[in-house]
């Protein structure tokens, strides 16, 4: 990845979490608010509905205490007194009393009650004249009623699921007593818990308030008494069964409940509703009703979408600016940077003026002069090294050239001395010894001109002249020409094999120069196996590269041999010169390709020409 990219990921990379922490505090901080916020509002309105029902029992309250201190009351309970001295009183005559004393009262309920838990009259269901009273006994426990207490000090309103003759009904209700005689008549009156008494709760505009009615084994939407219901019952706002997994929850568990309702697919419909539960007076251990408060999530869910907007708007600008900025401190870092890679690219080219412009004095400025210095530093020790080098060619050149003069010379000097002292002792045999003596100079002097072309030839290497040249041709014409040696009478033979490339690839290369030196390596091959063996010419195509291979079977190289085999000079051949592999190194290397060695003792020698593919262009 180039360094401008990286700085601009590094920016924006930056921006992106700056902005992204900051949108993620104020998320959070935003949620523990508005859960603050929902919490002290249906904190306020459980409060405002105690309060409101503290009002509205303590209006039945004072209904009931009315009714009770009555006449027709007193002489109720005196009748009913007299029945139970044995005395005889219709009671038919109270049958519709319940009724329209609750019409006068304005209450919803109204029930007489005897000492016994008989019903005496009933308001809002008269049928049930005669018949026991449904946890009579728990309510006058639970309000600590007796016989001697009068109704001034008797507690206020309590909450009580009522028996109608279809169905049942939630109401708030008192329990007063009258007392005449020894047998007192008890007044349980009330009025309804419903929508009516909701919607007079002082509430928030977005804020709702509903209450269930628990009642049977299961839940059941029609139970729910919800202010937003319109006359013929159906809900203007939101279907009741989504609060059935709530109302179990709290029926299960017997305690407060919160949980999030989802409207519809848009989360700024969504609710937050808490479920209350409400016991009666009885001690019951499952409530009679559960009050439900609803806060709805729109303002915060609206909030959050622009937090999010902004911190998306605030993030583009931020990169915005971080491409502007990694622009500006690329062109003020990376220039001078791209510079310095240029001049070593040119460096390592060859190229050892290339110098560095030094604008300013910061850190790049302090680095580009030290590349202009290092620069100018390999240049002289460049310089210095290919004096030496030549001193150390010129001196290993004359040293090579000394040996291999030296060994031709000794023979000539015995010869001369031989045929000096033939003439001098023996004149009459000086024909026959001068002739075997010139056949040895012809010899010798043959061995010196061979000698001295070969260093000939390897000082004039020619330049390549580059034509297309097919690699397979190459490898039959030299295969061909060595074709006769491999087979040669009183030498072992030797087995050549081609395995050529099926797509005949082409090189730019200098024919004559390519089959100078894939003979050559023939010929140490060859060397290489005086048992005979097997000879291996290959050609193959991978990478960008066209890849020359000559393989023998012959006995390999130490790994020391393998790194000096290229060296000018170095043989461990007895007769040879160690010019034949420096040869085809420098044609390989004149062709813009590299050559190597892959040996092992015992195991054979493979040499292996790595040369561009012309047909892909690299």
């Known amino acids: 990845m180039m360094f401008r990219r990286k700085l601009l990921a590094v920016f924006a990379l930056t921006v992106c979490l700056s902005v992204g922490a900051v949108a993620a505090l104020v998320m959070a901080v935003t949620r523990r608010a508005f859960e603050k916020t929902e919490d002290q509002r249906t904190a306020a309105l459980v409060a405002q509905f105690q309060r409101e029902f503290s009002r509205q029992g303590e209006d039945v309250a004072r209904r009931v205490v009315a009714i009770a201190a009555s006449d027709v009351l007193a002489q109720m309970a005196t009748s009913l007194n007299g029945t139970a001295n044995g005395t005889t009183v219709d009671l038919a005559g109270y049958f519709d009393l319940a009724r329209s004393m609750a019409d006068n009262r304005q209450l919803d309920f109204l029930e007489f009650v005897d000492g016994r838990g008989m019903i005496i009259s009933s308001a809002h269901w008269p049928a049930k004249f005669g018949y026991p009273e449904n946890g009579f006994n728990d309510l006058f426990s639970s309000n600590q009623i007796s016989s001697n207490q009068v109704s001034s000090n008797q507690r206020g309103a309590f909450l009580k699921q009522e028996e109608l003759q279809d169905s049942t009904a939630l109401g708030m209700f008192a329990l007063r007593a009258v007392h005449v005689g020894e047998h007192p008549v008890y007044v349980i009156g009330g009025r309804r818990l419903d929508k009516n008494f909701l919607s007079a709760l002082d509430l928030p505009a977005d804020l709702r308030v509903l209450l269930y009615q628990n009642r049977g ?14 006359g013929d019952g159906t809900s203007v706002t939101r279907p009741g069964e989504k609060f059935r997994a709530l109302i179990e929850a709290v029926r299960q568990n017997n305690q407060e409940t919160g949980v999030v309702v989802h409207w519809s697919a848009d989360q700024a419909d969504d609710e937050v509703f808490r479920a209350i539960p409400l016991y009666g007076a009885g001690g019951e251990h499952t409530p009679l009703a ?19 907007a902004a911190a998306l708007l605030v993030g583009g600008g931020g990169i915005v600016l971080a491409i502007l900025l990694s622009s500006w401190a690329a062109a003020r870092v990376t220039r001078p940077v791209e510079q310095l890679a240029r001049a070593a690219q040119e460096v390592a080219q060859g190229n050892w003026n290339a110098h560095v412009e030094v604008l300013g004095s910061d850190e790049l400025s302090q680095l580009a002069e030290s590349f202009n210095r290092m620069t100018a530093e390999l240049l002289t020790q460049r310089e210095r090294l290919v004096q030496s080098e030549r001193v150390a060619a010129w001196r290993e050149l004359a040293r090579r050239l000394a040996h291999e003069l030296k060994n031709p010379l000794f023979p000539l000097q015995l010869t001369v001395e031989n045929l000096v002292r033939a003439r001098m002792q023996s ?9 075997e003596s010139s056949q040895t100079l012809l010899a010798e002097i043959s061995n ?3 000698i001295i072309g070969r260093f000939s030839e390897f000082s004039k290497m020619p330049q390549p002249q580059l034509q297309q040249v097919r690699v397979n041709g190459i490898l039959r014409d030299v295969a061909q020409l060595f074709q006769a040696q491999f087979q040669a009478p009183g030498r072992a033979a030797i087995v050549c094999t081609l395995e050529l490339e099926g797509s005949d690839p082409a090189i730019a290369a200098d024919p004559e120069l390519l089959h100078r030196a894939v003979s050559n390596l023939v010929l140490n091959a060859m060397d290489a196996m005086p048992n005979g063996g097997t000879l291996t010419l290959r050609s193959r195509r991978g990478e960008g590269k066209i890849m020359i291979e000559v393989a023998d079977s012959g006995s390999g190289l130490t790994r020391e041999e393998c790194e000096r085999v290229f060296t000018p000079y170095y043989t461990s051949k007895e007769h040879g010169t160690g010019l034949g592999l420096a040869i085809v190194q420098s044609v390989v290397s004149d062709h813009g390709g590299t050559i190597s060695v892959q040996s092992e003792p015992g195991r054979g020698t493979t040499f292996v020409i790595d040369l561009l593919d012309h047909a892909t262009g690299k």
């Open 217 to 230: 084994d299961h839940f059941s939407p029609e139970l729910l008494i919800d202010p937003s219901v319109a």
């Open 448 to 450: 010196l001109k061979t």
């Open 290 to 308: 559960i009050l439900l408060i609803g806060n709805p999530r729109r303002p915060y869910v609206e909030l959050k979408r622009h937090i999010t």
């Open 427 to 435: 004149p009459e045999q000086f024909d026959e010894v001068f002739r």
